[in-house]
């Protein structure tokens, strides 16, 4: 069943965790879909898990484009969500330009970064028919890869609230909150009548989302995530493997070979020696 906005807001309503993860590949879209996730996310932190890239803020719309696509192939029932890539969404203009261009590339929906001040792109989007996840909280692209805790201070959890507040208003599908305090999640969960996703921001968000990366043990281990799989060592240990078969001439063997029929192989030995 293809899953789309009405069935993620009746998963808030009937308090059914949302899961989510970060895709960033065909193999990857056709297990997320397969294992029944609800959102597969093209995240811009594609740039520094796959990309090699050192900040969010280096990711383009042609990489971001460029994943989408291959993610498309591989998502038949999850809702498909992409991510602005940093200033694509600088203004009116540009952000209904490149969210036209990633719906026309197969998303179902765009998340876009920043609190209040992204209010009029929201509304510009939803004013097109485009379906918009906020994201507050910390916001790679703007505060960086090194992630603090929002929410901690009077002040600041005011602030989260009422953005989150004000951009459900401006007519937002769904809503990131990325590494604020669990107290502080829960309130926005229970205020806004959009789904909440939690990354970093404890147990009581509509849902859950973390960096494929992170559950498959690629790179350091976050105190948010949680590993289901130690791939960095299995692939090392792989590759090791591999390398070392070639150099003893332990692969390839008699069973990884195609041989020609013995008549055939005489033949072009015995023409092999009249060319001589
Ligand atoms: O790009 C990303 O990975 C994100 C997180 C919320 C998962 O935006």
Not at 97 to 111: E, I, R, S, T, Y
Not at 150 to 163: C, N, P, Q, S, V
Not at 177 to 189: F, G, N, P, R, V
């Amino acid at each position: 069943m293809k899953k789309d906005i009405a069935y993620l807001h009746a998963k808030k309503q009937e308090r059914q965790p949302i899961t989510v993860l970060t895709c960033y590949d065909y193999p990857t879209a056709c297990w997320q879909d397969e294992a029944g996730i609800d959102i597969v996310f093209v995240g811009d932190s594609v740039g520094t898990n796959i990309l090699g890239y050192k900040s969010e803020t280096e990711v383009t719309m042609a990489d971001m484009r460029h994943h989408l696509k291959a993610v498309r192939r591989g998502v038949t029932d999850a809702y498909l969500l992409v991510d602005m890539p940093y200033a694509a969404d600088r203004d009116v203009k540009h952000a209904v330009a490149n969210a036209k261009l990633f719906l026309a590339d197969g998303a179902d929906g765009v998340k876009l970064e920043g609190g209040i001040e992204k209010v009029p792109i929201v509304t510009a989007l939803v004013e097109q028919g485009i379906e918009t996840c906020a994201h507050i909280g910390h916001n790679p692209q703007i505060h960086g890869s090194k992630a603090a805790t929002h929410g901690k201070t009077f002040t600041r959890a005011k602030r989260l609230i009422e953005a989150a507040a004000a951009l459900a208003d401006a007519g937002a599908k769904l809503i990131v909150l990325e590494k604020i305090t669990e107290e502080i999640s829960q309130i926005i969960t229970e205020t806004v009548d959009i789904p909440t996703i939690g990354i970093g921001a404890g147990r009581f968000c509509d849902g859950q989302v973390l960096v494929i990366n992170d559950i498959l043990g690629i790179g350091p281990l976050f105190k948010h995530a949680k590993r289901y799989q130690d791939y960095d060592y299995c692939t090392f240990e792989a590759i090791l493997q591999y390398t070392n078969e070639v150099e003893n001439g332990d692969f390839p063997t008699d069973d990884n070979v195609v041989h020609i029929a013995a008549d055939k192989l005489a033949r072009v030995q015995k023409w092999l020696k009249s060319e001589r």
